[in-house]
């Protein structure tokens, strides 16, 4: 089974930064996995933020965060930089892993418990 943990959520004024981290572990998880993050405000649906594929070659973002935020990876830990942060960006944040970036959030995806990012001055 893939644990992944996330770590790096907490308070932050609006046009703040943070830096999000997700380590994945387990005796399923494959290097080769993509890796990405979701996020779901209070009365809201998931949402998919981005992704990135094994070998860093290949990344996926919303449009929503574009130009903000910047997922990376290394080897089996991934990180979402983000930038210029709004109130809107308030949520708790999920880290996900699996076969296919094109299949991020689906069925064969592993999910940690999230961490909360809360922008507020």
């Known amino acids: 089974q893939v644990q992944l943990i996330e770590s790096g959520g907490g308070l932050v004024q609006p046009g703040g930064s943070l830096r999000l981290s997700c380590a994945a572990s387990?005796?399923?998880?494959?290097?080769?996995?993509?890796m990405g993050w979701f996020r779901q405000a209070p009365g809201k649906e998931r949402e998919f933020l981005a992704a990135i594929t094994w070998s860093g070659d290949g990344t996926k973002y919303a449009d929503s965060i574009k130009g903000r935020f910047t997922i990376s990876r290394d080897k089996n830990t991934v990180y979402l930089q983000m930038n210029s942060l709004k109130p809107e960006d308030t949520a708790v944040y999920y880290c996900?892993?699996?076969?296919?970036?094109?299949?991020?959030?689906?069925?064969?995806?592993?999910w940690g418990q999230g961490t909360q990012v809360t922008v507020s001055s």
């Open positions: 996900t892993a699996g076969p296919s970036i094109a299949t991020m959030g689906g069925d064969l995806s592993s």
């Open positions: 387990g005796r399923t998880f494959r290097s080769s996995y993509s």
